[in-house]
């Protein structure tokens, strides 16, 4: 099997990426872990290199490259289905991949009522 990489930014920033970096962990599946520091004028050169979206998480997977943290894990869950990383039950699915994609609302949502924990937040590191 080809190596997996897992290309991530700044571990304090976001929980995008920690979501598949902590499903690999947590199943115990190897990975070479990419990092790019995110919020610098060379971010995004660097991160146009790894993933066209210009986002991480992004998944090689030889050939196959994945972006996006909820198709990364579901492209792990059919890596590895012995692994069983997901839940079988389609309802349950569903919930998750409705959570997945109203997040960025209830985030920004946050920043609105709470500048200054976001604030402070993006100046750790
Ligand atoms: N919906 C995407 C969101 C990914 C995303 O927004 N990633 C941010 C990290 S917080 C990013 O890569 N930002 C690039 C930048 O800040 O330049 C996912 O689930 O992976």
Known sequence: MPPLTLVIGNKNYSSWFPRPWLLLRQARILFQEVRIP??????????AAWSPSAKVPA???GDVRVRDSLAVCESLN???PDKQLWSRDAAVRAVSAERHAGFAAAWVADAATEPERIERFEHDE
């Open 38 to 47: 995110l919020c610098l004028p060379e971010s995004a050169v660097a991160l």
């Open 59 to 61: 998944l090689h997977d």
């Open 78 to 80: 059919e890596r590895f």
